[in-house]
């Protein structure tokens, strides 16, 4: 069960270790949205995604003996890095299940960070947290999920704490703040911080069209899953459906979802890199699109999107500056 | 005269306006160099450059009248921005001198921020000088100069104060401090505020290729200026020769200039993409480059390098990646 102590203990033994990222703006994005907007650049965390803060989480939470043994993890790639950069740091074995066709960036950086890595075939029939598991029985290795894991949630909820003191410090009582949305666990991390330490900021989760598994479960009040196709351009956050442990957090504290294009999406890249000097990768500009491009949605004077992760490869940066 | 009781009193007036920048780093960018880097992320700070705090620091210093009246600057690009900015934030009315051939994204930004931005041609005979005394005197404007102004440079200092705040932070004690240098305000500044709160760091200046006055100045012991071409790939920092009253400062407190080429500058942006997901323009990149690249001209097991601005058109930065 994650709750705030969780996240206080997970903020105390990241101490030292995972970056304190900034919260930026920008006059030309607040004349965009017809708001304040303020971009809590989790692109500058180690690794380049938020994803370190819940693998340091994770593994700093073993015992010693599960530690010395070993982890694994499946990720399309920022959950790869998170882990394997973790694991590097405390001298940890780990291996990582990831599919062919996650961008070559962040294969190659999970390899570079001493990791070894597993592909599978997305498109096919296999399945990750089989391989994953059959993996771990044969080298009794621990499993660290993405999201349904609530030490990787306690550790994606300190991005929340630093929101609350951040926007303190900006005078914000009162605000909406958009999570990119995968399977949650940043998202219910960060509800589950603001809920204990700033109660005028509500999280809304924000998806890419077609993968707006999270918005319509939110409205149905049930877990509903996509059923399109499994890859896109958004690929850090396209998961199957809502955790099973992320989703009743989202329902108790989360307001409707926000969904975007995949143009929208590009457009926010854009706006990042002229505006904040940000490089943000498709599914990490999810939330900053729905701040620019879906006001009519939001209420109050002043949003917080997260920008969640930074890994893409050069081209395709270079194809969403050509517009 | 600019010393550390100025940088000071600069800070105090920027408190809650100007942004502290991060200091971030990545071992990757580590393995390149062969030793500890870490990188000032000025292109971070509001108008996307370090400029913003000398700007503010010479409009904040400014009597009444004199704010009233309004103020005068000339600039390829992030001086214009900066000060533009801060004037925009004081509402003191702006004319702003520029060179046609700066990038359009400046331009646009300058005009954008509610600067009466004038253009001259500076492959021709004008002389921004006098374009811009010509103004002042007809207008009663105050002059902000970019780097020859004593409460610019105390402005940029504030980002060395930041810096031997971080570099303790880090456990740093003896460093090399890579500044991009122009006509060494920011270089000048930093050296100042190092020298009083973090005297085992010091600043080397970097310079791109066919502009290296400043290295080739200090080698000399008196000012020498550029005789080659007027514009170049790092826009930002090609000023003629070091400033009459940065370059003594210069001259007592750094070490040997470091000269870079533009194709190691491209690399370094590349890197700072790739690595620490920033953009970094040209004549902000030249510091990294030479961390990244001139290792054997450096002392000591950690650098730091300032990314002094990420004002840099789309077109170009996405020709930068394609390599």
């Known amino acids: 069960m994650t709750d705030i102590a969780a996240i206080e203990a997970a903020a105390a033994r990241a101490a030292g270790v995972v970056r304190r990222t900034?919260?930026?703006?920008?006059?030309?994005?607040?004349?965009?949205?017809?708001?304040?907007?303020?971009?809590?650049?989790?692109?500058?965390q180690h690794t380049g995604s938020f994803k370190f803060r819940g693998g340091w989480?994770?593994?700093?939470?073993?015992?010693?003996?599960?530690?010395?043994?070993?982890?694994?993890?499946?990720?399309?790639?920022?959950?790869?890095?998170g882990v394997a950069c973790a694991a590097k740091l405390m001298g940890?074995?780990?291996?990582?299940?990831?599919?062919?066709?996650?961008?070559?960036l962040k294969i190659a950086n999970t390899r570079a960070l001493g990791a070894d890595v597993v592909l599978y075939d997305r498109a096919g029939n296999e399945n990750r947290?089989?391989?994953?598991?059959?993996?771990?029985a044969e080298r009794g290795l621990t499993l660290v999920r993405p999201y349904d894991e609530p030490m990787v949630i306690a550790g994606q909820g300190t991005c929340g704490l630093e929101i609350a003191e951040q926007a303190a410090e900006?005078?914000?009582?009162?605000?909406?703040?958009?999570?990119?949305?995968?399977?949650?666990g940043l998202t219910a991390g960060v509800a589950?911080?603001?809920?204990?330490?700033?109660?005028?900021l509500r999280v809304r989760p924000a998806e890419p069209e077609g993968f707006d598994d999270t918005a319509r479960s939110l409205a149905a009040g049930e877990r509903i899953g996509n059923t399109g196709p499994q890859s896109g351009f958004c690929d850090a956050i396209l998961t199957?459906?809502?955790?099973?442990?992320?989703?009743?957090?989202?329902?108790?504290?989360?307001?409707?979802?926000?969904?975007?294009?995949d143009d929208e999406v590009r457009a926010a890249m854009r706006a990042a890199f002229l505006r904040l000097k940000l490089v943000i990768e498709p599914g990490g500009a999810v939330a900053l699109a729905a701040a620019l491009f879906h006001g009519d949605e939001l209420d109050g004077d002043a949003v917080i999107a997260t920008a969640s992760g930074g890994n893409v490869d050069a081209e395709v940066f270079a194809e969403v500056l050509a517009g």
Chains 1, 2 share one sequence.
């Open 240 to 261: 199957p459906a809502p955790g099973e442990i992320t989703f009743p957090i989202l329902s108790r504290l989360c307001g409707p979802g926000v969904v975007v294009t």
């Open 192 to 200: 589950l911080a603001l809920e204990a330490k700033a109660p005028g």
């Open 129 to 136: 947290e089989e391989i994953g598991a059959a993996i771990a």
């Open 57 to 81: 989480s994770a593994l700093s939470s073993l015992p010693e003996p599960a530690r010395a043994s070993g982890v694994i993890a499946y990720s399309s790639g920022n959950h790869a890095q």
């Open 170 to 184: 900006e005078g914000i009582d009162t605000a909406e703040v958009l999570v990119c949305c995968g399977g949650g």
């Open 92 to 104: 940890v074995p780990a291996v990582i299940v990831m599919p062919r066709d996650a961008p070559a």
């Open 22 to 44: 900034p919260l930026l703006s920008s006059p030309f994005l607040d004349e965009i949205a017809g708001r304040r907007v303020f971009v809590k650049a989790e692109c500058l």
